[in-house]
């Protein structure tokens, strides 16, 4: 019942900022945890420079993942990827010092977000790009439990379908065969991308096409206790949570014809992220306007 938050810590002494990962572990009550790190905290560095997590991915072991950027004095930014022991400390069996630096397009890449795989394997998406950031394509890896790339996984453990479209990329969930889905937006439109097992695009998923008629933001992304896919944006100025059977399609026993819109005071509403409880119900989170004042938005939809 512990919780734990990541993202950037900040050395404001040796300047260019050297910024690393941060990770802290709070006990049930919100107070640091003192028992893990360093009273409660615990940093990784990669490159010396500018380096920032973006997602926690929690192994069976109580091990903890961590997921983002790293930038080096002299290169750009690669996908990063930490692991802490339970206690907080870097695990050496990780990559050899507990980091593991991946360059996919040899310019602007991160990792926003990952999974976790029955075997220990770790799968994470993220922007990779050739152009500095300015033009973004999908960028995946797949790690075996070491860190090292898992070449069973498009012979080098990378999937990148480099386009000449902007591609950004947000969330990820895979399901109970291996398959990774993909979400986020291009240009105006959302997208949604079904990746097979060894890294293929699945053919027989259309849920790219589905999700880019109903929404302009695929935020977030979730698979429901029966294997369908939730995912959360907005459309129209509303927050939406879309429902999507295993081919793509939209599932019309949900909501109105598969989707439903949540509107709060007629401003720009937006949902950024998507939980299944046990129960099933869907908590989704985001943001709301009424006026010119923005507030955290939560909403719970019976499945």
């Known amino acids: 019942g512990r919780i734990l938050v990541a993202g950037i810590a900040r050395d404001l002494v040796n300047l260019p900022a050297n910024d690393d990962f941060g990770v802290a572990r709070l006990n049930a009550d919100g107070t640091l945890d003192a028992s893990f790190g360093s009273n409660g905290v615990a940093f990784a560095d990669f490159a010396g420079r500018v380096d920032g997590a973006d ?7 109580g091990s903890i993942v961590l997921l983002g950027a790293a930038h080096s004095v002299t290169a750009d930014a690669d996908f990063a990827i930490a692991r ?25 890449d991160g990792a926003h977000a990952g999974a976790l795989l029955s075997d220990g394997r770790i799968v994470a998406t993220g922007r990779a790009a050739v152009s500095g950031g300015s033009d973004p394509d999908i960028g995946i890896i797949r790690l075996l439990p070491t860190g090292a790339p898992d070449s069973t996984f498009d012979e080098e453990g990378i999937v990148w379908p480099a386009t000449p479209e902007y591609e950004w990329v947000v ?9 990774i889905i993909v979400s986020g937006h291009k240009e105006d439109a959302a997208f949604l991308a079904r990746y097979t097992e060894t890294g293929a695009l699945d053919a027989t998923f259309d849920g790219g096409t589905t999700v880019a008629s109903v929404l302009s933001r695929a935020n977030g992304v979730a698979l429901d206790q029966a294997g369908r896919i939730i995912v959360v944006g907005a459309e129209a100025g509303d927050m939406r949570v879309v429902r999507l059977n ?14 439903v819109a949540i509107d709060f005071f007629g401003g720009f509403d937006e949902a950024s992220d998507v939980v299944i409880q046990p129960d099933g119900k869907i908590l989704v989170v985001g943001q709301l306007s009424e006026g010119l004042n923005r507030r955290v938005a939560l909403v719970r939809v019976v499945p």
């Open 171 to 179: 969330d990820l969930a895979v399901d109970a065969s291996g398959r």
């Open 84 to 108: 802490l022991t339970s206690a907080g400390v870097l695990d050496p069996t990780f990559g050899g010092d507990g980091t593991v630096i991946i360059n996919i397009a040899g310019r602007s």
């Open 55 to 61: 997602d926690i991915l929690i192994q069976p072991d």
């Open 246 to 259: 295993d081919d793509g399609t939209l599932d019309t026993s949900f909501g109105t014809d598969g989707i």
